[in-house]
């Protein structure tokens, strides 16, 4: 709080994990903000007041986390388990197992259950509130073409995003199938995945400095929206290097969304318009996750290695939150009636 | 009396008639008695008697009407009576009867009537009866079929007071029952009959035997057969024994095939080559020895005498084996050699052999332990010899050049060689073939070694030749060559200083050496007459180019190795070759292409470069390789450590235009970033590894 950091960052979280940080989350209820690291722990900040509330260690590396209520939370570890905990008792019980390690975890409130992805080509479902216990508390299992990547959920959507391109869209009512299979337009692996918050489609990231705006709407005029972008590139002496694009977060109330990608830069767009709103100044190193608050107006940044160049000396790993001011976030009227020239 | 006629419906006048014939011979009286004189209580007891009589005939007709009408009433009575008992038997309402005695008419109207109503009912009531009558027949006939035993005749009485549709429908309901069960029966039967014939079939029993023993009905085209009970019982006991049989003797098939004879038999039947014909007798047991009680239907296939004769065939096939086993031994012994010869494979068995042989006669071993052993090597040595073939072919191509090579060698040699002479044409052009393939020597040299480190690598094996590791002999051979070479040089370059020696000499000695003569001709002294130097200057130059070729292919080797060390150490050093992982192959990808179109163009390399080429170009490759490596990962994934400059470039662009920047949709994607398809795992999974093995 005495160190002055860069205003344009951002105010940087005391307490940072040791080791890189695998995602960051907000509460749907307050500021408090989940991470999760691999230095083998899942933190909660009260971000608004800037101070480590808890942390929980694991027996691995920690993948994903996310919020049940503004009391728990679950976690995805490299151990292959599925933890809930709670935060005020401190209390943590293992919903149950994958056979490989546990790459991404979701809490569907529509559904009442966790979803979680893992290397083990699988997506498990847990009803978290059944009696302790892993044989009461999964709800199913099914098979996927591939390692889990990323997930994420909309209403009644769930779309799983595997290695090898696969992305695979989910009706939760009924699990039995899934809704779509696809294939990413992307042409390189896929690093994240979220739907959009009015529940129409999804966006597709890839290692290769492209991000892909894609629609449910199996229809061909719905299926005519989809567009992809390049962004996280840099053209320098006739060379141009391109960044993974490894976090994409929605704004809550305009629709619009940052990406963050292994350059250090976030960026915000405006899908609709096919416009970049903004773009952050650069950050210590690559942009590992990104989380808006409930309201839209804090932005929390992990900026933290994630491995790309494998084992090397790097930045360290800090969390950066800062507050959004509304024209970085809401999509500018187009120019109306009459077209720009 | 008037009043007795009024009843009538008589014509008035024929009364009127009637009454004044009464009167008048009445009167005729009165005529007769007054003539008569008769006295008028004469006269008044004739006229009563007259009156007694007259009343006398009415009193007559009165009662014979009277019993007349009684008569027709107990007709009607008794008609109606009837007509209720067949109504209620053949349970109809009888509605007609109230209803006549409701409309009274006459006695006669109703009797007409009713007559015709009884009539009706009466014919119904027979039909009805008879049909009954059909039914009770079938029924008894059935029961009789399907239960004699307990057949009662008194069961089958009808009851003539309930012929009602409902007890037809019942009895028709019964005898339907009895009818299936009768066909049930009969499929039953027939079952039992089909199962019982398949059995005796297989078992060799005769069948119509079996089956009159059972009950006679059931043997022939008959088509009662009988369907008791008891015959179904004694069918399905029949049957049982049989089945108990045929178990019995797949029994002592099992224990046969426990022993492995029938097995055995085909193993014995492979090894002795044993003609198909005689085979085929057996086909039978063979096909079943794997089969299940239920799937052996083959007839005859385990009746007594075929049984024995596999018994027979078995031992007789044991006996053989027992005689031949040590000649079998041998056999495949001799076949083992053979592969091994074939594939230049060298075994160590040799010894072995003989001493199982020895062992064998001595009776220690069981000769087919020691034939399954040999079988074993057989296969491994099959294997083996699949996975050699190709190096082999190789081997063999490389083997035949280089000995035409050292015919070629040997050809030089003779001085003689152009002499024409018989066949000398053939001899040339054979030389010419010879030379073509000599330059191809080395690109095969390089091309077995690197075929066969790869197969070592893959096996962690050293590839033998005739006992000896092939990679050996291609190097000897190189260095043999190299020595070659060298001393081919020395003995030139002492030629040459002997000629110059000589020169000087002459010099000396004033005699010049003529200036038409070039110094190679010197070099050959005993050159023979008529061929001109040049040519034999040719032939040595042609023997030139395996020299350099030759180093050369020693040095592309080693040149191709450290490169490879280069390319495994990069990615190394950047972090990437974390646990094996496939992400190998994309940091050194890039480099790879133009190191391999290196190589392959060396061997034809000017000579004079050879001697250096291979360092230096190498060096630039690899700092190439490195520099490729280092920008492809960058494009590939991220920015190298803190060097960048771009944080100054970026932003600046974005102050220059704040807020919409437009986009570029789906460019053209960059030739480098493709390389990033390679990617087959996340860098989580990496980082994991990585972590792992920490």
Redesign the interface.
């Known amino acids: 709080m005495s160190a002055a950091p860069p205003p344009s960052s951002g105010r940087e979280l005391a307490n940072p994990p040791s080791d890189g940080i695998s995602n960051l989350r907000f509460s749907n209820h307050s500021d408090h903000l989940l991470v999760s690291s691999w230095d083998k722990t899942v933190r909660l900040y009260d971000a608004g007041a800037n101070v480590l509330k808890g942390e929980f260690v694991h027996g691995g590396p920690v993948l994903d986390c996310c919020f049940h209520d503004d009391s728990s939370g679950f976690s995805a570890c490299a151990d292959h388990t599925v933890r809930r905990y709670v935060f005020s008792s401190g209390k943590e019980d293992i919903l149950g197992r994958h056979d490989a390690p546990v790459r991404c975890v979701e809490y569907s409130y529509a559904a009442g259950q966790v979803i979680t992805g893992s290397w083990d080509k699988t997506l498990k479902c847990w009803d978290p509130r059944g009696a302790s216990g892993p044989d009461r508390t999964l709800v199913g299992t099914y098979q996927q073409p591939e390692r889990v990547y990323s997930l994420s959920l909309v209403g009644h959507h769930l779309v799983v995003a595997t290695a090898g391109r696969r992305v695979n869209v989910y009706d939760l009512r009924n699990m039995s199938q899934p809704e779509q299979r696809r294939e990413s337009s992307l042409k390189y692996q896929t690093r994240c995945v979220r739907c959009y918050p009015n529940g129409t489609g999804f966006a597709l990231s890839s290692v290769e400095g492209r991000v892909a705006m894609e629609f449910f709407d199996l229809s061909e005029a719905g299926q005519a929206k989809k567009y992809a972008f390049k962004c996280h590139r840099k053209s320098e002496a006739g060379r141009d290097t391109v960044y993974p694009v490894n976090a994409i977060a929605f704004h809550p109330i305009y629709g619009t969304f940052a990406t963050g990608g292994c350059d250090g830069y976030v960026n915000v767009w405006d899908g609709n318009n096919k416009k970049r709103l903004y773009q952050y100044s650069k950050y210590p190193t690559s942009i590992a996750a990104l989380s808006f608050s409930r309201d839209g107006r804090l932005l929390a940044v992990a900026s933290s290695y994630t491995f790309e160049e494998g084992d090397m000396p790097h930045e360290p790993d800090a969390i950066f939150v800062r507050s959004v001011n509304e024209v970085e976030v809401k999509p500018k009227p187009k120019a109306l009636p009459t077209p720009p020239p | 009396r008037k009043h007795f006629f009024k009843m009538t419906n008589l014509p008035s006048d024929q009364l009127l008639q009637m009454e004044t014939t009464c009167g008048s011979l009445l009167y005729e009286l009165q005529v007769i008695w007054d003539e008569v004189g008769e006295t008028d209580a004469e006269r008044d007891k004739m006229l009563l008697e007259l009156e007694q009589e007259c009343l006398e005939v009415y009193r007559c007709k009165v009662d014979l009407a009277n019993r007349c009408r009684a008569q027709l009433r107990q007709a009607i009575a008794d008609a109606e009576a009837e007509l209720a008992v067949i109504c209620s038997a053949m349970g109809e309402r009888p509605v007609h009867i109230r209803q006549s005695t409701q409309n009274a008419g006459s006695l006669k109207e109703e009797l007409n009537a009713i007559t015709p109503q009884l009539e009706e009912m009466q014919k119904r009531k027979m039909e009805r009866w008879n049909q009954f009558l059909e039914v009770i027949e079938q029924i008894r006939k059935i029961t009789l079929e399907i239960r004699p035993t307990d057949y009662t005749p008194a069961k089958f009485v009808v009851d003539e007071s309930d012929l009602s549709t409902r007890k037809l429908e019942e009895l028709h309901k019964q005898l339907q029952c009895l009818q299936k069960e009768k066909s049930d029966r009969l499929k039953k039967v027939m079952d039992h009959l089909k199962s019982l014939n398949l059995l005796c079939e297989v078992l060799g029993i005769d069948f119509k035997q079996t089956v009159s023993d059972v009950h006679p009905s059931l043997d022939g085209v008959e088509v009662s057969k009988n369907m008791s009970n008891e015959t179904i019982q004694r069918l399905a006991s029949a049957i049982e024994k049989l089945r108990e049989i045929k178990l019995q003797r797949m029994q002592k098939f099992r224990m046969w095939q426990l022993q492995d004879l029938a097995s055995t038999m085909l193993e014995l039947w492979n090894l002795m080559d044993t003609p198909i014909e005689e085979q085929q007798l057996f086909q039978n047991v063979t096909r079943n020895i794997a089969a299940a009680e239920d799937e052996i239907t083959e007839p005859n296939t385990l009746s007594m005498d075929f049984l024995s004769y596999v018994e027979a065939e078995v031992l007789r096939l044991e006996q053989l084996k027992a005689s031949k086993m040590k000649d079998l031994v041998l056999k495949k012994k001799s076949e083992l050699e053979e592969l091994r010869r074939r594939t230049h494979l060298v075994g160590e068995t040799n010894c072995e052999g003989e001493f199982a042989i020895e062992a064998i006669e001595a009776g220690a071993i069981d000769p087919s332990l020691v034939l399954e052993q040999i079988e074993v090597q057989i296969s491994t040595v099959k294997e083996e010899a699949f996975s050699r073939k190709d190096i082999l072919e190789r081997v063999e191509k490389w083997l035949a050049a280089s000995e035409e090579e050292s015919w070629l060698e040997e050809y030089s040699r003779d001085e003689n060689r152009y002499n024409a002479g018989r066949g000398a044409h053939l001899t040339l052009k054979r030389a010419e073939k010879a030379r073509a393939l000599v330059t191809k020597i080395p690109a095969m040299g390089d091309n077995l070694a690197a075929k066969i480190t790869a197969w070592e690598k893959e096996r962690g094996l050293e590839f033998t030749y005739d006992g000896v590791r092939l990679l050996s002999m291609l190097e000897e051979y190189t260095i043999v060559r190299q020595e070659k070479e060298q001393e081919r040089k020395r003995q030139r370059d002492q030629k040459k200083l002997q000629g110059q020696l000589i020169a000087e000499q002459e010099a000396l000695y004033g005699s010049k050496p003529s200036p038409s003569k070039p110094q190679s001709a010197k070099k050959m002294p005993r050159t023979s007459t008529g061929v001109p130097s040049r040519r034999l200057s040719l032939g040595g130059a042609i023997m030139q180019p395996p020299k350099p070729d030759l180093l050369h292919t020693n040095k592309s080797i080693r040149s191709a190795k450290k490169t490879d060390d280069i390319g495994t150490l990069s990615p190394g050093r ?5 646990a094996g992982l496939p992400v190998k192959k994309l940091s050194f990808n890039p480099a790879n292409p133009p190191r391999e179109a290196e190589t392959p163009r060396k061997p034809f390399a000017p000579i004079v470069i050879a001697s250096n080429v291979p360092s230096t170009p190498l060096r630039l490759i690899s700092n190439e390789t490195e520099e490729e490596n280092k ?1 492809n ?10 060097k960048t ?3 100054a ?3 600046m662009q ?1 102050a220059m235009t704040p ?9 053209a ?2 030739v ?3 390389k ?2 390679e ?10 590894a ?2 792992l093995t920490r």
């Open positions: 950047r972090g990437l070759d974390l920008n990962l960058k494009t590939a994934m991220a920015a190298p450590p803190p400059p771009m944080t470039y970026i932003p974005m807020a919409p920047t437009c986009l570029m949709y789906e460019a994607a960059t480098k970033a493709q990033a398809e990617f087959t795992y996340s860098f989580e999974e990496r980082r994991l990585f972590c």
